[in-house]
Each structure stands twice: as C-alpha cells, then as structure tokens.
C-alpha cells in the first residue's frame, strides 16, 4: 500500500476545511445567523489563500489541488454569499433573486476562465501570474456582503434601497468576468520587502480584525477598490515596456 504523503495531503485538507466553512456559512444563512455565516465565509477565504501558500511552499501543488480549490471557492464565493445576501437584505424578494443568481452564475463563470487561464500559463500562453483578469470571486463575495455589514454597524440603509442594492451586486458581478487587470496575491514582487514591516503590518490587521472586524473588513474592502486603478496604470506601464 503506498504511504499517504503528507506534504501533498496537508493543502487539500485546508481547501476541504475552507468548503465546511463555506457549507457551514449556507446553514446559518438558513437559520437567519448571518453574523456567523459571514465569519464562516471569511474564515473560508483564509483557508482559500492558505492552502495555495502551502502548495505552493511545499511544492505540491497538484491537479486535484486546483480541482478542489476551484469547487470550494465556487460553493464558499459563489453560493454561499449569494444566498446569504438573498435571504438577508432581499427577504426573499424577487428582485434579490436576480441578483444573487446573477452573482452565483458570473461567479461559475469567473472560475472556469480562470482555470483556462491556469491551463495556459502552464504553456507560457497566458496573462502574467502577478494579475488577474477581473476581480477574484472571494473578493467579489466580500464586496456583495459590505451593504450586510453595514446593518451590524447601525447603518440599515441596504433594506430601504433594495434597487440599489440589486443594482450594486449585478456590477461586482460583472467585474467578476470583465478583462480589467487588478494585482493578484501570487506577486513574485512584494509590495513590502522588509519582513519585519510586512509582521508589522500583518499584526496590525489581525488586531483591528479581532476588535473592530466589520470596520476592519469595510475598510480593506475600499483599499482594494482604490488600488484598481493603480493595478490598470501598472498592467499598462508593464504592456509598454514589454511592447518596446
């Protein structure tokens, strides 16, 4: 019998972690504990960029590795959110079915370019590592759950503007499949070089995560919408110095 290799098994066993988050986020969205089904999407999102780090550290990144990553983020980022948006802000309202099937469907798509895209790379065909085309879906799940994070804040304006809020997750949806160039966490250049200051940065957000977590989450949430344009300009920038 051949020995079980824990250095490939340990990835997949953060990913199958990361989709009982993702399961567990859908039962209390069912049981109208959204607080908690939101925390198990974030914690299904550390997972998410866990298991990729470790792959790629122990080198045992795999196909089935990337299988699995791709049907946990389609359940953790796609359905999950979706469905905790719907049954949240919309009640179940016509309108908010729209919506959260329009995200969960571009979600579905997202996923399958990126894996074309993967297949690709692996040929030297496709866009450079350190870009994405289009937002990742866990971002885009985050960004579709800030209208339920302000409501934990006091601020409860998503349930009086449902149109508005339909309107606003049928456009994250789209920037899930648009061809707008935005960094990617699997940059061979860091935007911090010195250890000590990306310990200090990373120290800094745990804490503010650990005692003002929906402030935290809106906050980088706007940090990340600002930094598209800076990720166009630079896509650009790199476009014409390879051009030249």
Not at 76 to 85: E, M, T, V
Request: charged share 15%; proline share 3%.
């Amino acid at each position: 019998m051949k020995k079980l290799d824990l250095k490939i098994l340990l990835p997949n066993i953060i990913t199958l972690s990361g989709l009982s988050f993702g399961l567990s986020s859908i039962r209390f969205a069912l049981e109208s504990d959204f607080n908690l089904a939101i925390i198990c999407i974030l914690f299904a999102g550390l997972c998410d960029v866990l298991d990729g780090m470790l792959a790629r550290h122990l080198q045992s990144e795999s196909d089935l590795g990337a299988q699995l990553d791709s049907l946990s983020d389609f359940l953790s980022f796609g359905i999950a959110p979706g469905l905790l948006i719907y049954m949240s802000i919309f009640n179940q309202e016509s309108i908010g079915a729209f919506a959260a099937l329009a995200f969960i469907i571009f979600s579905c798509l997202r996923l399958g370019l990126y894996n074309v895209q993967l297949e690709k790379s692996k040929t030297d065909e496709g866009d450079p590592e350190h870009y994405f085309s289009g937002i990742p879906t866990p971002v885009g799940a985050i960004l579709i759950m800030l209208p339920l994070t302000h409501s934990f804040m006091g601020y409860n304006w998503a349930y009086e503007n449902l149109n508005f809020v339909a309107g606003y997750i049928i456009l994250i949806s789209g920037l899930l499949v648009s061809r707008i160039p935005t960094f990617s966490i699997k940059r061979k250049q860091l935007i911090i070089q010195s250890k000590l200051g990306f310990l200090i940065l990373f120290s800094i957000i745990a804490l503010s995560i650990i005692n003002f977590l929906w402030i935290t989450v809106n906050i980088l949430a706007l940090i990340y919408l600002f930094t598209i344009p800076i990720s166009i300009i630079a896509w650009q920038n790199s476009s014409n110095r390879d051009s030249a």
